[in-house]
């Protein structure tokens, strides 16, 4: 009897050529998270694993780029001589008696539950592997059965003609006793077309032993799908898109289609939350109730309260949206902005680090950045804070009950107190106090019987 000591590893050190990207395929991203991330995640959430390890090409852009708390063990593998070399490259560390899972970094979409029914699956002097029949098998190594039993894997680069309508497609990982993996990585040899040791010819020689070779399928044939290249990649980026989003809409949030959602991180939401058509959703953003999300939106970092609506074409990110607020259309709320609640922000605003305060408006064309503007404020068309000397950033503190007229520019810093009125296309440079009137604009003249001199043009 085999002990179940259980080591996983992931590998992960492949060329990457077929991607035709500067990128690793691993470091490219599903759903907003690096591949390999992916499939690390999942490994951590695992129970009862003695010890994880990684083999990769380049250990300080994973150690860079992948989170995974000290628990994965990185083995390098500089030459990539195929996925056999690489499994050579940590089998060592293995005990004889223990079981070894290979899951290939270039997977991400592998869950937990298929995992552990392979592990699960593996009986002695037998080895599991996980496969499944997909309508187009092809890139994968196929699973060849001789009165249904597998006797071997051939890859796609050896096929025989009569091989290629073959559907059962093997998905890289199985589970294996260590000690036979020792015997069998030793054994097999690079003799074909991609002189490359390739990991899949251990199952013809465990067959020639005797031992068994068993078969278990993912619940979802998508778990299994690798990214080697461009297509690849989008192919698996929609399933995976489609899928959060039929389990969101599922679960109660309202997506007008499924296939025009996207979700590159987590989202929390209250009930009847209505989003339309081609919202990206990015890093964590929190929904209230009655929340309505126009066409064309961008929602990144941010929380909008009960009831408050997003017109289309609007990007909020990192801020904070109180309850009944209106944004857009086309609005840009940029970092660190705080929407109290009932304030209106409309067509072409661009607002970033600003408090802006209850049943407060800016509805066309306005720059508001660095300040904190109080409640009942009205900032009208084209007004700008000029915050910026070039050098520094500057306050604009515009109190309760102000009124800013069209096309101001408020110089920062300045402080513009409650109740006051800025007449249209002021340039404020000084401080306003409270009650007060100002305007800075010439007075306007009327030259009578003006006529334009015709002879000179
Ligand atoms: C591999 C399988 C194929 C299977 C498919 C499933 C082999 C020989 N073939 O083909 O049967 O259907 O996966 O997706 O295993 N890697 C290394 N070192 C290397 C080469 C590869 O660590 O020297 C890693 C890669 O980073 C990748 C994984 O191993 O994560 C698979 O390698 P890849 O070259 O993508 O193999 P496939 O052609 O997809
Ligand atoms: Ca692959």
């Not at 006793?177 to 097999?188: D, G, Q, T, V």
């Not at 939350?273 to 009655?290: A, E, P, R, T, W």
């Not at 340039?427 to 009578?448: C, M, P, Y």
Request: charged fraction near 25%; proline fraction near 2%.
């Amino acid at each position: 009897m085999f002990s179940k000591k259980k080591n996983i590893v992931i590998l992960a050190a492949g060329k990457s050529t077929r991607m035709c990207s500067k990128i690793p395929k691993i470091f490219h991203n599903i759903g907003g998270k690096l591949i390999l991330q992916h499939v690390v995640d999942t490994v951590l959430s695992l129970k009862r694993i003695s010890s994880i390890y990684l083999v990769c090409n380049d250990q300080k852009e994973v150690l860079k780029k992948i989170s995974f708390q000290n628990k994965i063990k990185i083995v390098l593998q500089k030459h990539q001589l195929g996925t056999g070399y690489a499994l050579r490259k940590v089998i060592n560390r293995f005990n004889d008696k223990s079981d070894v899972i290979v899951l290939y970094g270039d997977v991400p979409l592998i869950s937990r539950e298929t995992i552990e029914k392979l592990i699960l699956s593996r009986s002695d002097n037998a080895i599991s592997l996980l496969t499944a029949n997909l309508k187009d098998p092809i890139g994968y190594g196929r699973i060849i059965r001789k009165n249904k039993e597998v006797i071997k894997i051939v890859e796609e680069s050896e096929i025989l003609f009569d091989e290629k309508d073959i559907k059962e497609v093997y998905s890289g990982m199985f589970v294996s006793n260590a000690y036979c993996l020792k015997k069998w990585l030793h054994a097999i040899h690079n003799q074909n077309s991609k002189k490359e040791y390739y990991l899949t010819d251990i199952v013809s020689l465990a067959r020639k032993e005797g031992y068994k070779i068993n078969t278990i399928h993912p619940k979802n044939s998508f778990e299994i799908q690798g990214i080697n290249d461009p297509f690849q990649l989008m192919k698996v980026e929609r399933f995976y898109q489609k899928y959060q989003a039929k389990k969101l809409l599922l679960s109660g949030l309202m997506i007008s289609n499924i296939s025009r959602f996207d979700l590159r991180g987590k989202i929390e939401y209250g009930k009847d939350v209505y989003i339309d058509n081609d919202v990206s959703i990015i890093g964590k953003v929190i929904l209230g109730n009655d929340v309505r999300v126009g066409i064309g939106c961008i929602l990144k970092n941010c929380k909008i309260l009960d009831n408050s609506s997003v017109l289309p074409y609007s990007i909020i990110e990192s801020s904070v949206i109180s309850k009944n607020c209106v944004i857009g259309p086309f609005a840009h709320l940029r970092d660190g902005v705080i929407l109290k609640e009932r304030s209106k922000i409309g067509n072409f605003v661009e607002i970033k680090n600003t408090v802006f305060g209850s049943n407060s408006k800016a509805r066309h064309l306005s720059y508001l950045g660095d300040s904190e503007i109080g409640s009942q404020v009205n900032i009208g068309a084209g007004v700008i804070t000029c915050n910026y000397d070039g050098k520094k950033k500057f306050q604009t503190r515009i109190e309760d009950n102000v009124f800013v007229g069209s096309d101001c520019q408020l110089i920062a810093p300045i402080t513009i107190q409650k109740n006051s009125t800025i007449g249209a296309g002021t340039t404020l440079t000084d401080d306003v106090k409270e009650n007060e009137l100002v305007t800075s604009r010439i007075q306007q003249k009327h030259i009578k019987n003006w006529r334009k001199n015709l002879d000179k043009q």
